[in-house]
T-cell receptor, first 114, second 111 residues
């Protein structure tokens, strides 16, 4: 099945710890995105990548870092600098052609602070 | 003023009701308008997509865009309990531009 796989489903972070959220896709999409979702806040863009080895900051990039070494993978690291990391994190990819407004989302990772 | 405004609700209706969900926006450059549906603790899925102004119908769902008023709507006819979800509006300036999402409206359809 083609799609986006996020892992883990639940993640706990201790104070001062960096954690990495995994996002893998087998849709052959060039563009990938990371969103943060808080209750009542909708989706806010953290980082996005239009192509391998290139990525741009979104609206709330502070305290986060990403890499895009392979087309299929776009991991997100939540650093200790992110003081309020508790949220639902969603990874998405975008088709290269056709209906490009149809983002494909993973099932999300719920990050909580211990 | 936020680029996209959406009342977060929650909205609770009886089964069979007509539901109206709305968003307003401030950026006149938006040309692509979408509605995504998100079930609890899942990723959103594209429900409806409209380019520029006008109406689009798909089964029980109708999307309307009024660019002169900077207002978009999603209507759900004969609502079902399975329609219970969060509905997010989204907009983009073009097919190569990032999407801007509303906050989402939580809808519950009671049997």
């Amino acid at each position: 099945d083609g799609g986006i796989t996020q892992s883990p489903k639940y993640l706990f972070r201790k104070e001062g710890q960096n954690v990495t959220l995994s996002c893998e896709q087998n849709l052959n999409h060039d563009a990938m995105y990371w969103y943060r979702q808080d209750p009542g806040q909708g989706l806010r863009l953290i980082y996005y990548s239009q192509i391998v080895n290139d990525f741009q900051k979104g609206d709330i990039a502070e305290g986060y870092s990403v890499s895009r070494e392979k087309k299929e993978s776009f991991p997100l690291t939540v650093t200790s600098a992110q003081k309020n990391p508790t949220a639902f994190y969603l990874c998405a990819s975008r088709p290269n052609q056709g209906l490009r407004e149809k983002l494909f989302f993973g099932s999300g990772t719920q990050l909580s602070v211990l | 003023q936020k680029e996209v405004e959406q009342d977060p609700g929650p909205l609770s209706v009886p089964e069979g009701a007509i539901v109206s969900l709305n968003c307003t926006y401030s950026n006149s450059a938006f040309q692509y308008f979408m509605w995504y549906r998100q079930y609890s603790r899942k990723g959103p899925e594209l429900l409806m997509y409209t380019y520029s102004s006008g109406n689009k119908e798909d089964g029980r769902f109708t999307a309307q865009v009024d660019k002169s008023s900077k207002y978009i709507s999603l209507f759900i006819r004969d609502s079902q309990p399975s329609d219970s979800a969060t509905y997010l509006c989204a907009m983009a300036r073009g097919s190569n531009y990032k999407l801007t999402f509303g906050k989402g409206t939580l809808l519950t359809v009671n049997p």
